[in-house]
């Protein structure tokens, strides 16, 4: 069993004259085999979250702690963070000239596990992600994301959330900019993801959608930074409904 736990966390990154604070004491806590869906209007702080989590260099923690199983993820540094069981999948993935697919999951593979995956069994566990995830084997031998479409490029983040197994997996916008079929294949990732490792799921996102797929254990609305409200599967159902106004409102007060 997993735990991530954030506590009092305020981030604040460099603007123009100064700086600003985005996140302004998050309070959360991530255990194994449970989904947390983080919603909230734009500029509210999910993305924010994310990448503090992974380590971004743009931004700054002040206050507060990380942990994951009582270890400082804070003070780790990125690839000892996804040593230690953190995913991120990007929002905005980058191209990477020059490094294939394959190259590319078996090197991470290898880093995260201290020893290179036997061939035979690797090759064979790609493909069926692959196929799983309705991706073209030819893909693997592309370079990574370069050329890719937005679904593709969010099916390929999807594939190594399932081959690299982590412990805590944190899915940024994972949903944006794809139709109907993609984001039930992604979803369907996701989900064997969550059968087969028992990963604790921090899923961001605008929209309930994806929640219709991916089944959220808890549920919490983001707004100026906190987090406003917290429930189950039932709280997503009244967003889609009433949406964020009347937390925007409180916000301002």
Do not use: C
Not at 144 to 160: A, D, M, T, Y
């Amino acid at each position: 069993m997993a735990t991530l736990e954030i506590r009092d966390l305020h981030v604040s990154v460099d603007v123009e004259g100064g700086t600003k604070e985005i996140l302004k004491g998050v309070n959360l806590t991530v255990r194994s085999g449970e989904t947390h869906a983080i919603m909230g209007p734009n500029g509210s702080g999910k993305s924010t979250l994310a990448y503090s989590i992974a380590g971004h260099p743009k931004y700054t923690v002040t206050s507060g702690t990380v942990t994951l199983d009582g270890e400082d993820v804070l003070a780790m540094a990125i690839d000892e963070r996804a040593r230690a069981g953190l995913f991120l999948a990007m929002q905005y993935p980058v191209e990477v000239p020059g490094v294939t697919v394959s190259n590319f999951l078996r090197t991470a593979k290898t880093a995260i596990d201290g020893e290179a995956p036997k061939l035979r069994t690797w090759v064979k566990d790609v493909k069926g992600a692959m196929e799983h995830l309705r991706m073209d084997p030819a893909f693997a031998e592309r370079n990574v994301n370069e050329g890719f479409s937005g679904g593709e490029k969010k099916r390929h983040e999807i594939l190594q959330m399932e081959l690299l197994q982590p412990q805590i997996a944190v899915l940024d916008e994972t949903d944006s900019g794809l139709d109907v079929d993609a984001l039930r294949i992604v979803s369907e990732g996701v989900n064997r993801a969550k059968e087969s490792t028992d990963v604790g799921v921090l899923l961001i996102t605008h929209y309930t959608r994806i929640l219709q797929y991916i089944k959220p254990d808890f549920v919490h609305v983001f707004v100026d930074g906190r987090v406003a409200e917290e429930g189950g599967p039932e709280l997503a159902d009244r967003l889609e409904a009433e949406g964020y106004d009347r937390y925007v409102t409180a916000a301002k007060a």
